[in-house]
């Protein structure tokens, strides 16, 4: 180990010196740490240590949390913040550098640590190419080009991502093969060898969060890997064939089959333990004690505000418009008019709850609407929504309408065909409200996994 010197232009390097024996009298705060002694000679030339190098001369990688300089002449203790995967030293180029637990702007950064500070990046950048491996300390980007299996015509995909209309998203590079029949696709792994994609080390899960997706692994071997576990399970594995199918992931899970065709199965699927008999219960919250509370409007609106893409709800200025082109679209306004929605609004008119801001909507229909006739010519089925919301006296949101829009079936530059369904609570108009609701909720989700989470 040495450290660097925060007053020398990458000139003096501290003498090396060596982990001695584990303070056995500190008490480990979780299983499997370690605390170690580290004594260097002082030299008044160091000045402040700025940084310190680290050689791993183990065959084993270690994770080393914080490193801690007492008694440093003129400045007391000084304190370096690791958190990071160590690997065996003949893994590098040059040895692992730590910066002390101090942030600078660029152009604010001591002269003397710049040097260090550059040459870091050069790791992290990579140079483009290769296969990253686990020990590689690689933040680098690609287009999405593994999606799809050239070799197999139900599985051709394009790529995504580097094209001047649609220049994003990225993933992280792996440097994995390209496959054999087109050098543009970079080759997949199996569904088994998935959990082998690079990822930075340091970005891994720990212990604790990957133990929640082992959780997971039976059911995803059983759904995707072994189709004929259909014939055994459900004819409609894809599917909900009720809301009741729903409510059993929340009420003691799916009862898997017995026999020697399930024993079969379980022997190939790696497990790092007992095989539940119950293959997952999710966890229910407890608005969950009552059936149907998850449909009720205020539910929607608090999951929609407390959900996975609360940013895109955004003030409405009355009535919703169309950023879509109109001559590749034709006329994508809204339909939804303020006699649509003035016995919602509380006693108020449209026009004072716009004044007041209190009217919101979470638009999705621009982002939707180019894809929507693809989508549904799968067995998945969608619409472009907005859903207009109200703010009410108590600070919670009000579902007041939804706006439902498909293609025109002759021809997209005829515009939107629109239904509008507002709140309702019997008959006919209730289980379409419900259901409209239940198309904006999906949709919410998609548009965060697809565009906001990218």
């Not at 050069?122 to 296969?131: A, C, E, K, L, S």
Request: proline letters at 7%; one cysteine or more; hydrophobic letters at 35%.
């Amino acid at each position: 180990m040495h450290f660097v010197a925060e007053k020398r232009l990458r000139g003096k390097l501290g003498k090396q010196a060596i982990l001695e024996d584990w303070i056995s009298t500190i008490t480990p705060l979780t299983a499997g740490e370690s605390t170690y002694e580290v004594t260097f000679d002082w030299d008044e030339e160091i000045g402040l240590p700025g940084a310190f190098l680290i050689q791993n001369l183990h065959p084993s990688k270690f994770y080393l949390m914080t490193l801690t300089l007492e008694n440093v002449p003129d400045h007391g203790q000084v304190h370096f913040v690791c958190n990071s995967w160590v690997y065996p030293s003949k893994h590098y180029t040059k040895d692992r550098i730590f910066f002390a637990n101090k942030a600078y702007l660029p152009g604010e950064t001591p002269a003397l640590l710049r040097p260090y500070r550059e040459d870091e990046l050069v790791i992290m950048r990579g140079n483009g190419t290769g296969m990253l491996e686990e020990w590689d300390r690689v933040y680098d980007y690609a287009l999405y080009n593994d999606l799809a299996d050239p070799d197999d015509e139900e599985k051709v995909r394009p790529i995504i991502g580097g094209s001047s209309e649609y220049p994003y998203p990225r993933r992280g590079r792996t440097g994995r093969p390209s496959t054999e029949s087109d050098p543009n696709i970079e080759s997949r792994l199996s569904l088994i060898e998935s959990k082998n994609i690079y990822v930075p080390r340091d970005e891994q899960f720990g212990h604790l969060k990957r133990s929640d997706f082992l959780a997971y692994e039976l059911e995803v071997v059983l759904k995707f890997l072994l189709p004929e576990f259909k014939a055994l399970y459900d004819a409609t594995l894809d599917e909900f064939d009720s809301f009741e199918d729903v409510m059993k992931l929340y009420t003691g899970g799916f009862k898997l089959p017995e026999g020697d065709s399930l024993d079969n199965i379980l022997n190939i699927i790696p497990s790092p333990g007992p095989v539940p008999k119950i293959l997952k219960t999710f966890w229910a919250r407890d608005i969950m004690d009552n059936p149907s509370a998850w449909s009720t409007d205020s539910e929607f609106a608090r999951e929609m505000l407390a959900g996975v893409n609360p940013v895109s709800i955004q003030l409405l200025k009355f009535p919703p418009t169309s950023k879509l082109d109109p001559l590749v679209y034709g006329n994508q306004h809204s339909s939804i008019r303020s006699h649509h929605i003035e016995e919602h609004l509380d006693g108020s008119n449209v026009e004072e709850v716009v004044k007041a801001n209190r009217l919101f909507i979470l638009d999705y229909h621009d982002s939707l609407m180019p894809y929507v006739k693809r989508i549904n010519a799968t067995s998945s089925k969608t619409y472009a929504t907005r859903t207009l919301l109200l703010l009410q006296e108590d600070g919670t949101l009000k579902p007041i309408a939804i706006e439902l829009s498909l293609p025109h079936p002759n021809d997209d530059k005829l515009g939107a065909i629109s239904k509008l369904c507002t709140p309702a609570k019997l008959g006919v108009e209730a289980e379409i409200w419900k259901l409209a609701k239940t198309y904006v909720a999906v949709n919410d989700s998609g548009v965060h996994q697809l565009i906001s989470h990218c």
